[in-house]
């Protein structure tokens, strides 16, 4: 395998007095298990805020009278801002120190949480959005930078399994934790508890980590690469910025025209960094690429993070738009999912060391399998579907996935020398974030037309028993012929806009108009094609996690064996 033995890496960064960890035959720090928590529930805090908001989106929307441009910017600002701001974030860390990065992140964090909470229109709303997410975009690199540096190769699985428990529960809980703090309240202020709630954590969080956690810097790191800096945040937001607002704008022609230019300003960002002089210190160190380990391990991480949060995004239309759950039952749902992975990372630290490579290939593999028994539970249950029936698949889904991502963590990371570990863990968490925006980006547009196309016959499904249904409110044929025709028409132009739960233009509304027997009628009827497009939607679009994922266990073969016990993915300690 071509990664630095352990012994080369110490070589290397013996001189920089202040790298902690980088000689590991002196004692590791005593109180690394206790930094490891306080970075760990900074890590929680920006991961959960990813997704926690989605569920107070509709009591946002009333409290502060926002229009759908400023509700689609809530949740698209934190996005964006967090994924081109993680390859800076991770490399400002080397040069200035992961503490004191790791704090001024969390610092900053605490304060754009506080600006969220007390926020009094959709206008700071989402400028304390883009500010949350780029404190988090300081904070999170720092805590893979912070584990690479501080524990010895021999403990770093057992580490990255706890990290991986934290990273799967934290990036599957945010609807069920917004479903608790919101409950019914979807008029009133208890939206702003989502945010206010990091607070506490925060300071408790910040004042630990100013005196638990080791200071530590790359050597020879004088200054950031400001040029390179430039050119890859633009690179990154031609890219993810049309693939976060796509959807909602309709696919305009300027989202294809900012992806198509993209690559050629990533290309000219490699140029660059290949130009700059071997003494310069570059915002992303090439020669990481050159570790076999690292490069198959971002494909694989990018191919894994398509799929999940491009799951999550079509599971919770399906069962709050389609299938009527609440926030909080949908959240619910979704327990046995992070049970799973949280019991699953923990076990990995004992399973990675002995079968390396084959932990990711077996754990890909039963998330496959996993989403296949979705599948066939989907086509059993139907529009009856309840959360009790998607436990064990959800079990088996989430235990596959708690066998992947912390053993990918130690592969990724393990041959990364620590002066680049800033380096190396911005590039991997923006790898992270792409593959989850174009996973979301490429299943939206499928799933979105394949409820288009499945409305028809969802609603043809529907109209015998709505005629029955006007009949007996003593319509006359004609009127029914005509009533039917006027439901299938809204109905197909309902399930074909970017909002189902909206009234199609032009359509009459049957909201609070139940007391009328023919209303009362055509929301039944609505609500039943609904749910059947829905659930039809969403088995057809799961054979796309079964493709991310069968792919993911294919990548991990290519991966190269480890030629020593005691790390993971090839990575030998000496």
């Given amino acids: 395998m071509s990664a630095l033995p352990a012994s080369a890496a110490i070589e290397l960064d013996a001189p920089a007095t202040a790298d902690a960890g980088q000689a590991w035959h002196e004692a590791p720090d005593p109180r690394r298990w206790v930094a490891l928590a306080t970075v760990l529930t900074a890590l929680f805090m920006a991961l959960l805020d990813v997704s926690i908001v989605s569920v107070a989106i509709p009591a946002i929307r009333t409290n502060l009278a926002a229009n759908d441009a400023d509700i689609q910017f809530v949740i698209a600002g934190y996005g964006l801002a967090y994924a081109v701001t993680l390859i800076t974030g991770g490399r400002l860390g080397d040069i200035f120190g992961r503490k004191r990065l790791l704090m001024l992140g969390m610092g900053g964090f605490v304060l754009a949480s506080a600006l969220c909470g007390l926020a009094q229109n959709p206008l700071m709303l989402d400028l304390s959005r883009v500010l949350q997410g780029g404190m988090a975009a300081l904070m999170y690199p720092q805590v893979l930078s912070i584990v690479q540096v501080t524990f010895p190769p021999h403990e770093r699985a057992r580490v990255f399994g ?57 050597p020879n790191a004088t200054r950031l690469d400001l040029v390179g800096a430039g050119i890859a945040t633009a690179g990154l937001v031609l890219l993810v910025y049309p693939l976060v607002e796509g959807q909602v704008a309709g696919w305009p022609l300027w989202t294809f025209v900012c992806m198509a230019i993209s690559p050629f300003v990533l290309l000219l960002f490699v140029l660059y960094e290949r130009s700059l002089p071997t003494s310069a210190f570059p915002l992303v160190q090439l020669s990481l690429f050159g570790i076999s380990s690292f490069r198959i ?15 999550f995004f079509t599971f919770s239309l399906m069962v709050q738009v389609g299938l009527g759950f609440s926030a909080l039952n949908a959240g619910l749902t979704t327990v046995p999912w992070s049970l799973g992975t949280a019991f699953a990372s923990i076990m990995s630290t004992r399973l990675a060391p002995r079968f390396g490579k084959w932990t990711i ?12 028994a979705i599948m066939l539970t989907l086509h059993a249950a139907g529009t009856g579907l309840t959360g009790w029936d998607l436990i064990p698949s959800f079990l088996v889904t ?29 590039v991997l968490t923006t790898v992270q974030q792409l593959g989850g925006a174009m996973g979301v980006a490429v299943v939206g547009v499928v799933f979105f037309g394949l409820l288009t196309g499945g409305a028809a016959p969802a609603a043809s499904a529907v109209t015998p028993a709505l005629r029955v249904q006007l009949t007996q409110a003593h319509l006359s044929p004609g009127a029914v012929n005509g009533a039917v025709a006027t439901f299938t028409r809204c109905f197909e132009a309902q399930a074909s806009s970017s909002n189902p739960q909206q009234t199609a233009p032009g359509c009459p509304s049957t909201a609070g108009t139940t007391s009328n027997p023919a209303n009362s009628a055509f929301s039944g009827a609505a609500s039943s094609a609904l749910a059947k497009d829905f659930v039809s939607a969403l088995e057809v679009l799961l054979f796309f996690n079964i493709g991310f994922w069968g792919l993911t266990a294919l990548l991990s073969l290519a991966l190269p064996r480890a030629r020593a016990q005691g790390t993971v993915g090839g990575s030998t300690a000496h």
Avoid: Q, Y
């Fill in 297 to 311: 391990g971002l494909l694989i991480s990018l191919t894994l993070l398509a799929g999940i949060p491009a799951f």
């Fill in 398 to 426: 989430g235990l596959g996935m708690g066998t992947v991502v912390a053993p990918l963590l130690n592969i990724v990371l393990a041959g990364v020398p620590p002066r680049h570990a800033g380096s190396a863990s911005g």
């Fill in 162 to 218: 706890f990290l991986g428990a934290v990273i799967g529960i934290a990036t599957i809980a945010g609807p069920l934790v917004g479903g608790l703090i919101i409950r019914d309240d979807l008029t009133g202020g208890s939206w702003r508890w989502i945010f206010l709630v990091n607070l506490p954590i925060g300071i408790v969080a910040l004042a630990a980590a100013s005196r638990v956690v080791t200071e530590s810097r790359a």
């Fill in 361 to 372: 290939t077996v754990g890909a593999s039963m998330m496959v399998v996993g989403i296949a």
